[in-house]
């Protein structure tokens, strides 16, 4: 797949954004340079998605502007952004039987016109798309009849179609196995080393400190910090952003971080002992 | 590998499968046509029937081409309005249940046209000519209505869309009630007889204005076969394909809106037509837009010409009106969609 990998990435600036009256993202700023590899972190209704939207172009910001390619995201023609923006949504539920070749051929619609019929080349795409993924078997069966995991892997297979410089993914992996899991990040770096620059939402904080290059923590809709894996997930960031007690190690095979979860008789007894050691005012 | 290759060609829409596809329908629709104009209280010699055409001594021809082949021509142009509509609002809607009778729009295409009978009493112009626009201005305003309860925050809700649907249904039957209600008794015969509808017609100016419509319409959504299939997927995947959701949705709005009033117009309300003819041609030929919106409208002019045939056939002494065929067929399948798609878990 052909790419164009200089001068590409994205960037926000002072964005915020509310669905209502409140904004549920706000003031945020950060920059992913071309071929980064970035991830988004926070706890549940922290603004990950709405963040992903916000770089595809589907919400556009009240304030602040998102950039893409050195564009301004709010000025480029629909058709152009979806060339160089690319989208795994977190689901996706289908309504009507599409074979998996046509699903991925969907991803050509930003590069034909009208009616236009698909030509040897968009084909050629499609196939690739369907190899990297490990799909090309499913290639004529009815998308409503995959299971969760298969489909996560056509809908990843049509955004490589788009031929997209970013991809941007909303936990991409939530329905995978632990095999697809590391296979779909691996093959994720494998395009990032060819130019693609990526964004991907994790709830998978180890998955995160694996294959990231850097890491954007949001809370409450905001950024609470962001850096290399090993200064944004560190014990104290992530109790406070998380609110709960997490076991913080070190991976001796990767050398990346781990981060465990505990259970509530385990928690307990950390918890008073963070409070212990806060400064008495704070209490 | 061969094999796989031939298995790629089969898993999409190519231009030589649309050509073979549309080609095959097209004869399709000539043989239903023939058949149904074949069959009538008088049998006809079709052979010398064509032959005669335009003798006005040959009373075959007369027949065929003066009362059959106009109606035949007009169920064609109809069936085939009521079917895009459907497969166009199921796409927008992400919903196999969608249709232009359910979604309530038939109801203010109706409302329209019962207005401007009950108006335009007494107008220089003949009412024939003011209800179409009626009917298109009723629907228009239906769709409006509906389209507008239906979406939160420029988001379409598909569960609340059809409930609107139904609501403004219910709405535009007692609109319907209470102009009838304050109308003359000679305006009332008038409405009822507008409001049953019928393909019978002899009129070849009508039938062609209707096709002129049908293919205006079909033309104008046709252009966004793509578009629509992205937006099946939802709004926010469309968008991130480059369509520009808003604009599509609007055209496609306006069109059907034009395509039911047009057909409520010359025919009456015929409902579940939308709602079969898409559904059987998508289980047929798959889900691609390009080939099911062409597709539906030449399926939806063969079911509504047999319809029609089987409604004027059954009784020797007057006609059923089409809709009663139409939804006697259309009401199950409607109940057995519901329930599958439940089952299905989808709502
Ligand atoms: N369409 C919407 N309309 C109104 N509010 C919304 C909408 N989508 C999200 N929100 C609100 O915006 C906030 C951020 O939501 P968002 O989906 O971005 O969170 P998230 O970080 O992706 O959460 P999760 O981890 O659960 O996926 C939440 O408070 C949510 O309730
Ligand atoms: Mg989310």
Sequence with gaps: MKRAGQGVGVELRDVTFGYRRE???RDVGFAVPPGGFVGVIGPNGSGKSTLIKLMSGVIRPWRGEVRVAGDDAARLPRAELARRVAVVPQETDLPFPYTVLEMVLFGRTPHLSGFAFEGDSD???????LERTGTLDLAERAVTELSGGERQRVV??????????VLLLDEPSAFLDIRHEVEMYDLLRELQREGLTVVSVLHDLNLAALYCDSIVLLAEGRVFCEGTPAEVMTYANLTEVYQTEVYVTMNEITDTMNILPLDAAHREPLSRAREARRPPRER | MPSRAIAFEAAHLTRRRFRAVIAALVLGVVAVALLCVAVGPVRI????????FGDASAIDSVILFRTRLPRVLLANCVGAALAMTGAVLQALLRNPLAEPHILGVSGGAAFGGVLTLFLAAGAPVPSYLLTPFGAFAGALAAMLVVYRLGTVNGRLQPYTFLLAGVVCNAFTGALIMAVNAVADLFQTHGILFWLMGSLATTSYPLVLASAFFVALGGVLVARHARALNALTLGEDNATQLGVDVSAVRRLCFVVCSLLVGASVAVSGMIGFVGL???HVTRLLLGSDHRLLLPASALVGGMFLSVADTVARSLSSTSELPVGVITALTGGPFFVYLLRRQSSRGLW
């Excluded at chain 1, 990843?156 to 410089?165: D, I, N, S, T």
């Design chain 1, 156 to 165: 990843l297979a049509r955004a490589l179609a788009q031929e997209p410089r």
């Design chain 1, 23 to 25: 904004p549920v993202v």
């Design chain 1, 123 to 129: 084909l050629a795409v499609a196939r690739a798309a």
């Design chain 2, 45 to 52: 010699d079709l052979a010398a029937a064509l032959f005669g």
């Design chain 2, 276 to 278: 079969i003819v898409p």
